[in-house]
């Protein structure tokens, strides 16, 4: 897309706006080999737009959304099978975004999706203990000692894992509504967990992944990510 020269050195940290306007009428600045004037537009994905001699670089652009992931959705941009993915949900997000962790096909809620690479490492690598909060809908014969198990857990399938936070929401009848808080994202590991302690899983939706909550964003819509969540993101 054409721009103004001096908003294009403007956003690129070069100057001001008005600093770059000086800089265009002493001649420091071409495009595409030849000398700018005041006024001048270009298109930074196709001129070869200079300072100095020296090529401009913009700073990358990346895009940050929060999915609410249907169940039946696999978190893929591609299945071989044929089955829905996410990537047919966030069409419409602006170019090609990649889901961050994983949220199995039978599950549903919050899933971030983004171009930056950085932030995505970030955010899944366990050293950084970025809490993942699920509620989960479960039966079982022994709902509290299942719980008590839970909480002490602190290997799956004889790997080493951080023993999850358990919250009792609701009992209901033979089952009930708990929250569980992991670090991980270990294959359905939610799943296997409550599986082990005699559990099993009705419906299971992840409602935040540190500071990005779903709230009230409605199954199978996207938003983008808040400058604050997008901040601790980049922190990571």
Not at 149 to 154: K, Q, V, Y
Request: some cysteine.
């Amino acid at each position: 897309m054409r721009q103004r020269l001096q908003k294009l050195i403007s956003g690129a940290g070069l100057a001001s706006r008005r600093a770059a306007e000086e800089m265009i009428r002493a001649g420091r600045v071409t495009v595409n080999g030849a000398p700018a004037s005041l006024g001048d537009s270009a298109d930074p994905d196709r001129d070869d737009i200079r300072v100095d001699g020296q090529a401009l670089r913009l700073p990358v652009r990346h895009r940050y959304i929060v999915l609410h992931k249907p169940r039946g959705y696999v978190t893929t941009l591609h299945d071989e099978r044929g089955r829905p993915t996410v990537a047919e949900l966030t069409a419409d997000a602006g170019g090609r975004l990649y889901p961050v962790g994983r949220l199995d096909m039978d599950s549903e809620g919050l899933l971030i999706l983004t171009d930056d690479g950085d932030a995505a490492n970030a955010l899944m690598h366990p050293s950084h203990q970025v809490d993942k909060v699920y509620t989960v809908f479960v039966q079982g014969e022994d709902i509290h000692g299942a719980m008590d198990a839970l909480r002490a857990m602190d290997r799956l399938d004889g790997e080493p894992i951080a023993r999850p936070a358990v919250t009792l929401i609701e009992r209901k009848g033979g089952g009930a509504e708990l929250q569980i808080v992991i670090h991980e994202g270990k294959n359905r590991q939610v799943r296997r967990m409550c599986a082990a302690c005699g559990l099993h899983v009705r419906r299971l939706i992840r409602v935040a992944e540190g500071p990005v909550t779903l709230g009230q964003l409605p199954v199978g819509k996207w938003r983008t990510m808040t400058a604050d969540e997008i901040s601790y993101l980049r922190n990571l």
